[in-house]
């Protein structure tokens, strides 16, 4: 039985995680969040709402990393990064879902990552990775006559925008257009700001109440358009594919591995 400890287990997508390893049969074998933080102390199956579990939420990442196979963290980027270091240096395995990575703490990430298997993914659930193939193939196919711009929508406590999501489907359609990402990107259109280029990818960002996730490319051309949408209605696909990466990480070579990796859609 695989043994799981979660970083962030008091938040939105910790709490779900919990659920989902017990369903899966595996062990939590520790929760955590942030010394100073109100849960600490707490049983981790209560505040998760799948009865007691015995695991009290602790603030002490040493202690728990070494009693687990693999830590998986929902937290933030700079959070993340520091798991990933203790996990390379406990010789743990790591799955990351924290969203918001710079270039640079993205390429930090290989670099912790080098003695170590560790999954970094934007979005765990199946749908929105079969997405990121499907869209490779059809700007691909679509060329450049068609504009594409990418809406994505989220709750009004996510700290981070665009999404990761969205920035991975960015990123996967400017690659299969032989654009560079960080070039065409476009978050922000307001004034007199003058006609859209061809290259330019729009990046459109919604905040507001509860909602899960959802992530719209538009591929628009003259008299027609195609738009691809995922829309996320818990997060249990989300927790569900973070176990399955966490199982399917342990015992893996080392490096840093993605969802894509996971379900085998390279
Ligand atoms: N890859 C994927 O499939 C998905 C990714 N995400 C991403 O996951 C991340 C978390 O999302 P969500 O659960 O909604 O956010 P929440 O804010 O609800 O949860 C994050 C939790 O981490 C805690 N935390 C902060 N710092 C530390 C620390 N040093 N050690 C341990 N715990 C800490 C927070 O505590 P406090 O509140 O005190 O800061 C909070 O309880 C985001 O980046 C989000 O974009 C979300 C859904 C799916
Ligand atoms: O913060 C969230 O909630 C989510 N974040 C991820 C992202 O930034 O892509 C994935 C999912 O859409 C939910």
Redo the contacts with the bound molecule.
């Keep these: 039985m695989t043994k799981i400890a979660v970083?962030?287990a008091?938040?939105?997508?910790?709490q779900r995680i919990i659920v989902a390893a017990r369903e899966a049969g595996c062990t939590v074998s520790g929760a955590?969040?942030?010394p100073g933080?109100e849960m600490v102390g707490q049983d981790a199956g209560l505040i998760a709402g799948c009865g007691a579990l015995g695991i009290a939420i602790s603030d002490d990442l040493n202690a728990v990393v070494e009693g687990c196979d693999v830590l998986i963290d929902?937290?933030?980027p700079k959070?993340s990064l520091k798991n990933l270091e203790v996990c390379a240096l406990k010789k743990k395995s790591i799955v990351i879902?924290?969203?918001?990575f710079t270039p640079e703490e993205r390429a930090l990430a290989v670099e912790l990552a080098r003695d170590i298997p560790a999954v970094l993914?934007?979005?765990?659930?199946v749908g929105v990775n079969v997405c990121f193939k499907i869209l490779k193939d059809v700007a691909k196919t679509l060329g450049d006559d068609f504009d594409v711009e990418i809406v994505e929508l989220h709750h009004n406590?996510?700290k981070?925008a665009p999404?990761?999501t969205a920035v991975r489907m960015g990123e996967v359609v400017a690659e299969a257009l032989g654009r560079d990402y960080n070039k065409v990107a476009t978050y922000h259109r307001e004034g007199i700001c003058g006609e859209r280029t061809k290259e330019e990818i729009g990046m459109q960002t919604v905040r507001g109440g509860d909602i899960v996730g959802e992530h719209t490319v538009y591929f628009i051309g003259m008299g027609e358009r195609i738009e691809i949408s995922h829309r996320a209605m818990t997060?249990d696909m989300?927790s569900r594919?973070s176990v399955r990466a966490a199982q399917w990480v342990v015992g893996k070579q080392p490096g840093l591995y993605d969802m894509q990796d996971v379900l085998g859609l390279k």
């Design positions: 970083c962030g008091a938040g939105r997508m910790g955590l969040e942030r933080h929902f937290t933030t959070v879902g924290s969203t918001g993914a934007p979005n765990m659930s406590k996510k981070d999404s990761g997060r989300f594919g």
